[in-house]
T-cell receptor, first 116, second 112 residues
Framework: EPEVTQTPSHQVTQMGQEVILRCVPI?????FYWYRQILGQKVEFLVS????????KSEIFDDQFSVERPDGSNFTLKIRSTKLEDSAMYFC??????????????FGPGTRLLVL | AQSVTQPDIHITVSEGASLELRCNYS??????LFWYVQSPGQGLQLLLK??????LVQGIKGFEAEFKRSQSSFNLRKPSVHWSDAAEYFC??????????FGTGTRLQVFP
């Protein structure tokens, strides 16, 4: 069964450093998403991406964050200058068509980011 | 405001017992409702979803959920719990936007 994969599974970084989290969505999917879950809190939507553009983003997704599909398979989330409060589990998801039409989003296993 | 409430943070049941996990939502448009499960070290796996039609939906692993519009609820049920069902369960709502809104999750513990 096809699945979303994410690398690395864990990342530790120093405050102020840049991190790039990588995701390989399901191969025939066209819509991509990032969510995060701060320890003990809800899973929160960050951004959705379609046709090489951000289609929707939350208020969390400020100028520190960016997303990119650098090639035909990868989807990345970059945090330019990490803060302590960026420590969280980051989930990538993909869907075959528009989530707003009730399409299922399939999630990866997550990357646990720890900012020291 | 759009939100999902899972009132039970932690539930403990004996293996073989029935299970009901509660979920209430607040959403301005027609909701699409989802239950995901997260086992330790794993991602979020879809158990089932309600899109339209029959309000009782069947999912994987013997789970079912019933959409009750009048109560704004989408409770998850299983008639007989297995030890392997121990995990965290998340209810989520989507609709006319890309994002899913998640509840805080219910951690299920199963005793033999």
């Amino acid at each position: 069964e096809p699945e979303v994969t994410q690398t690395p599974s864990h990342q530790v970084t120093q405050m102020g450093q840049e991190v790039i989290l990588r995701c390989v969505p399901i191969s025939n999917h066209l819509y991509f998403y990032w969510y995060r879950q701060i320890l003990g809190q809800k899973v929160e939507f960050l951004v959705s991406f379609y046709n090489n553009e951000i289609s929707e983003k939350s208020e969390i997704f400020d100028d520190q964050f960016s997303v990119e599909r650098p090639d035909g398979s990868n989807f990345t989330l970059k945090i330019r200058s990490t803060k302590l409060e960026d420590s969280a589990m980051y989930f990538c998801a993909s869907s075959g068509s528009l989530a707003g039409a009730g399409e299922t989003q399939y999630f990866g296993p997550g990357t646990r980011l720890l900012v020291l | 405001a759009q939100s999902v409430t899972q009132p039970d943070i932690h539930i403990t049941v004996s293996e073989g017992a029935s299970l009901e996990l509660r979920c209430n939502y607040s959403y301005g448009a027609t909701p699409y409702l989802f239950w995901y499960v997260q086992s330790p070290g794993q991602g979020l796996q879809l158990l089932l979803k309600y899109f339209s039609g029959d309000t009782l939906v069947q999912g994987i692993k013997g789970f079912e959920a019933e959409f009750k519009r009048s109560q704004s609820s989408f409770n998850l049920r299983k008639p007989s719990v297995h030890w392997s069902d121990a995990a965290e369960y998340f209810c989520a709502v989507g609709g006319n936007t890309d994002k899913l809104i998640f509840g805080t999750g219910t951690r299920l513990q199963v005793f033999p």
